[in-house]
């Protein structure tokens, strides 16, 4: 299983990034996909989650409004666009594959948010 993410950079805050992941050697729609985050020295935190058909979402409370997670099964990839980014959203993201935890990662992509 490989998950490939990609999309992440410099951006300046107020700006916008869209953060792919290519999921590979899998049921891409069988699992639940997920965006996490971890800045260095923290815990890694959940961002968002969407179920295999793409029915239901999940997002951290503090990102509603601004993050949306979006699936495309047919490309076996799952998105994350992320609006009116904030310095704090610096971080690396990970995406994630579930139907049991703690299921597969990727490898991590660099946001950085400039104020």
């Known amino acids: 299983v490989q998950l490939a993410e990609s999309g992440g950079g410099l951006v300046q805050a107020g700006g916008s990034l869209r953060l792919s992941c290519a999921a590979s050697?899998?049921?891409?729609?069988?699992?639940?996909m997920g965006w996490y985050r971890q800045v260095p020295g923290k815990e890694r935190e959940f961002v968002a989650s969407?179920?295999?058909?793409?029915?239901?979402?999940k997002y951290a409370d503090s990102l509603k409004g601004r993050f949306t997670i979006s699936r495309d099964n047919a490309k076996n990839t799952v998105y994350l666009q992320m609006n009116s980014l904030k310095p704090e959203d610096t971080a690396i993201y990970y995406c994630?594959?579930?139907?049991?935890?703690?299921?597969?990662w990727g490898q991590g992509n660099r946001v950085t948010v400039s104020s």
């Open positions: 994630n594959a579930v139907i049991s935890f703690p299921g597969y």
């Open positions: 969407i179920t295999g058909s793409g029915a239901r979402r």
């Open positions: 050697g899998l049921s891409f729609y069988m699992y639940e």
